[in-house]
């Protein structure tokens, strides 16, 4: 299983980015599907949350900003930026928890996309 994404870039603040992150391989399913960030010298922290059920859920420091969707049709889930500031510059990172066949899951990782808010 492959996930990989897309949509990082340079922005100034308060401009907008739209994550992408798709499925790849062979799976039976997706259950939770989440955004991480890792910016330089700092540890990996979750973003945001969606459960196969649609739920979601944020970290304080992007609510009201960020928007976390899926689209089970097209194994993707994505992450709307909004109102980024330059404490967003991280590395952003798609997890899943994909079933390998039914009962047997396993925990994805994607290579991250950069993203960088300057002026």
């Known amino acids: 299983v492959q996930l990989v994404e897309s949509g990082g870039g340079l922005v100034q603040p308060g401009g907008s980015l739209r994550l992408s992150c798709e499925a790849s391989?062979?799976?039976?399913?997706?259950?939770?599907m989440n955004w991480y960030r890792q910016a330089p010298g700092k540890q990996r922290e979750l973003v945001a949350t969606i459960t196969s059920g649609g739920g979601t859920n944020y970290a304080d420091f992007v609510k009201g900003r960020f928007t976390i969707s899926r689209d089970d049709a097209k194994y993707s889930v994505y992450l709307q930026l909004n109102s980024l500031k330059p404490e967003d510059t991280a590395v952003y990172y798609c997890?899943?928890?994909?079933?390998?066949?039914?009962?047997?899951?396993?925990?994805?990782w994607g290579q991250g996309t950069q993203v960088t808010v300057a002026s």
């Open positions: 997890n899943a928890d994909v079933f390998l066949q039914i009962g047997v899951k396993n925990d994805c």
């Open positions: 391989g062979y799976f039976v399913g997706i259950n939770t």
